[in-house]
């Protein structure tokens, strides 16, 4: 097709993810035709960085020829075979080669092709496993105020963003909520809530679990999800102590510990689970995304050896599958992937860098808009106030002036692929692709300081 005809294709045809699609009647949509390195082009060869690796995906960076011939040599070999009662050897080479680098006794694999279908494996398993225990009461789950954790149905009764809930309600019942991370928003009156602190702040937001479960009763509770940074509100890490805090609690409550690992997992963080980065013992992961670097589909969820027992013996069975989980194609390019990640060492490259590219963001301080940069190893969020002083936020009005108005298409514009979000206070986050160094991070700075200089005259 030519430029027009796709153009008309898309706007006639194509039913863009979290998109509204009326902001295109009469403007074209952006069309990606290549990557490289960790750049894309669009369909008039104009160049941008990715800021956000595609969605939080291509860690390896775009354009590596050798996870494309991975994928073309086990079409050629094997294209697909089910996991239904049968395995393939690169399902079974990847199950074990992720159980070696999973923390713990995380060494059971249940592949996926997504977050979501992984998050919604890990509900399902912690409920069919306190069944198998003789507590078959235990199905509740406790996730934090604006966490995204999904939308599939029971991934989004998970999530705790009520925008994108409430055309799909009632959901799937027992979903709780409990405080996030976000120290620069700590209610007033909380431990540590002036900054002073983290670590009070980080015990107080983890005692408010202990709490819920007491509420809903621990006979009730099953499972805690809980993402090592989290992702919606703009990157939240967690204060010192406060996973360490939530394990003693799952452990007095017998509450399994979910690590939602969907965006933290294969190096975001400088390893290769965000867990082993806070240095915490969770019962389940789930990852995706980074897995293959976003070449193919394919997710996890990664489970104890305790929770697998029960599923091992008699006539017992995880009554749950999926049709394309651990596809060999999919497989192959995730093995393929990790080799990437052990030849250039892309965990310690995060870890070398990191701090490099924290400076750049906070070079961005003392713009008036800028409240906030906050996160870990390549992924970081900029929140954006009215008053720093303050710390004002916008209104629902402004931000939809400020972000959808002008600074999304303003930073593509500028060469900047990135992410403005209101879901909570708004923010600009970045993660770029593993593979970054100073230039890109330079590059980043230099962007964002223009458009968000603009942005301040149109507060």
């Known amino acids: 097709m030519n430029k027009k005809s796709l153009n008309t294709a898309a706007r006639d045809h194509l039913w863009m993810h979290f998109t509204r699609m009326s902001a295109y009647a009469k403007a074209p949509i952006p069309m990606i035709v290549r990557g490289e390195g960790a750049y894309v082009f669009d369909l008039n060869g104009k160049r941008y960085l990715d800021g956000l690796s595609g969605l939080f995906v291509v860690q390896a960076g775009h354009g590596r020829h050798e996870l494309a011939d991975a994928a073309a040599k086990q079409a050629s070999e094997l294209a697909y075979f089910p996991l239904w009662s049968y395995a393939h050897p690169k399902a079974v080479e990847l199950a074990d080669r992720l159980a070696d680098l999973a923390p713990g006794d995380l060494n059971r694999i249940f592949f996926t092709t997504s977050g979501s279908e992984a998050v919604e494996s890990a509900w399902k398993l912690a409920r069919s496993y306190f069944k198998r225990v003789g507590k078959p009461a235990k ?44 120290l620069y928003r700590a209610p007033n009156g909380t431990a540590g ?95 995706a995304k980074g ?33 394309f989980g651990g596809h060999p194609v999919a497989s192959a390019v995730a093995l393929a992937n990790l080799d990437i990640f052990s030849r250039e060492d892309l965990n310690g490259h995060v870890k070398k860098n990191e701090a490099i590219f924290r400076s750049y963001l906070d070079r961005l301080r003392d713009l008036p808009i800028v409240g906030d940069v906050r996160g870990d190893g390549y992924f970081y969020g900029i929140e954006l106030v009215k008053d720093k002083a303050t710390k004002a936020t916008f209104d629902d009005d402004e931000c939809e002036r400020l972000l959808r108005g002008f600074l999304s298409k303003a930073l593509f514009d500028g060469g900047l692929y990135c992410r403005a979000d209101d879901r909570g206070d708004p923010v600009v986050q970045l993660a770029p692709p593993l593979i970054c160094e100073e230039a890109h991070f330079a590059e980043i700075e230099q962007i964002l300081r223009s458009v968000l200089s603009e942005a301040w005259s149109h507060v």
């Not at 969820?301 to 049709?323: C, E, Q, Y």
């Open 193 to 287: 809530a002036d900054g002073s602190d983290a670590e009070a702040f980080g015990r107080w937001a983890a005692d408010r679990i202990a709490e819920a479960i007491e509420f809903e009763g621990p006979d009730t509770v099953a499972a805690v999800f809980l993402e090592p940074v989290q992702n919606s509100g703009g990157c939240f890490p967690p204060p010192p102590g406060y996973f360490q805090r939530v394990r003693e609690i799952c452990d007095e409550y017998d509450v399994l510990l979910v690590s939602d690992e969907v965006i933290c997992a294969f190096g975001r963080l400088g390893e290769y689970f965000g867990a082993t980065r806070y240095g915490y013992q969770p019962d389940i992961i789930t990852c």
């Open 291 to 323: 897995m293959t670097s976003g070449y193919v589909p394919l997710g996890a969820m990664i489970a104890s050896d305790r929770l697998a027992a029960p599923f091992l013996k008699d006539t017992n069975w995880f009554a749950h599958g999926v049709t």
């Open 139 to 182: 199905h509740k789950v406790i996730s934090r105020h604006i966490a995204y954790h999904g939308t599939s149905m029971g991934a989004l009764s998970i999530t705790g963003l009520p925008s994108i809930k409430e055309d799909f309600e009632p959901l799937v019942p027992s979903g709780i909520r409990v405080p996030n991370t976000n």
